[in-house]
């Protein structure tokens, strides 16, 4: 099972651009459906970027479509999620999360068809 450790968060200003990093321990990584969640304070957590284990499937919430781009680096054992143009409705904790094999062609929303998750890193947009 993979062990998924986020990094990147921090304070930044409304229009600035964010990199986060999940790094994944164990050795197939390279099997693993990973996304982005995100959770806002009072709020419940929500999906916002996925990835199929060849990254030739790449899906987003619609509220971050366009400004966001998930990807991953295999040799690495890594996944990314840029985040550009920033504004305060983005401020939330983001998770990372992996699901084991699964169709590259398929696509996962919701937090219960992953297997494993991270603790989390803060992100919090100042206007």
């Known amino acids: 099972q993979l062990q998924p450790v986020e990094s990147g968060g921090g304070l930044v200003q409304a229009g600035d651009s964010l990199r986060l990093s999940c790094a994944a321990s164990?050795?197939?990584?390279?099997?693993?459906?990973m996304a982005w969640f995100r959770q806002a304070a009072g709020k419940e957590r929500e999906f916002v970027a996925g990835i199929s284990w060849s990254a030739r499937n790449t899906y987003y919430a619609a509220s971050v479509k366009g400004r966001f781009i998930i990807s991953r680096d295999n040799a690495r054992n890594t996944a990314y999620l840029q985040m550009n143009n920033l504004n305060s409705e983005v401020t939330a904790v983001y998770s990372c999360?992996?699901?084991?094999?699964?169709?590259?062609?398929?696509?996962?929303?919701?937090?219960?068809?992953?297997?494993?998750w991270g603790q989390g890193t803060q992100v919090t947009v100042s206007s």
């Open positions: 999360a992996a699901r084991f094999g699964g169709s590259s062609n398929s696509r996962y929303y919701t937090d219960t068809d992953f297997d494993s």
């Open positions: 164990g050795r197939t990584f390279s099997s693993h459906h």
